[in-house]
Nanobody
Framework: QVQLVESGGGLVQPGGSLRLSCAAS????????MSWYRQPPGKERELVAAIISAGGSTTYASFVKGRFTMSRDNAKNTVDLQMNSLKPEDTAVYYCNAARGWGTPQNVWGQGTQVTVSS
């Protein structure tokens, strides 16, 4: 069964930290680019960070650069997102995504995990 399962969301105060995890199953993990997206309330889904290939460099959206760190463990089929110095505007549902340009499936989404930054 093809599946991405996120965990680690929750409520945190401004300036705090959270670590999100995404576990993949049913896919050839190393052949996929892995990304984190988020969808703030009432807004479009946006890219947060991505690792294009196994061992490749990580790309970050400007609004999280220097605060968030994405990592990938190809042995465990997992990706993490360490989020530090959280701001209220980071409040969103965070989604894990696996994508590649060939084969089946080409695009897989997790169910999302809620992150709320509030005092």
């Amino acid at each position: 069964q093809v599946q991405l399962v996120e965990s680690g969301g929750g409520l945190v105060q401004p300036g705090g930290s959270l670590r999100l995890s995404c576990a993949a199953s049913g896919i050839a993990f190393t052949t996929y680019a892995m990304s984190w997206y988020r969808q703030p309330p009432g807004k479009e889904r946006e890219l947060v960070a991505a690792i294009i290939s196994a061992g490749g460099s990580t790309t970050y959206a400007s609004f999280v650069k220097g605060r968030f760190t994405m990592s990938r463990d190809n042995a465990k089929n997992t990706v993490d997102l360490q989020m530090n110095s959280l701001k209220p505007e980071d409040t969103a549902v965070y989604y894990c995504n696996a994508a590649r340009g060939w084969g089946t499936p080409q695009n897989v989404w997790g169910q999302g995990t809620q992150v709320t930054v509030s005092s």
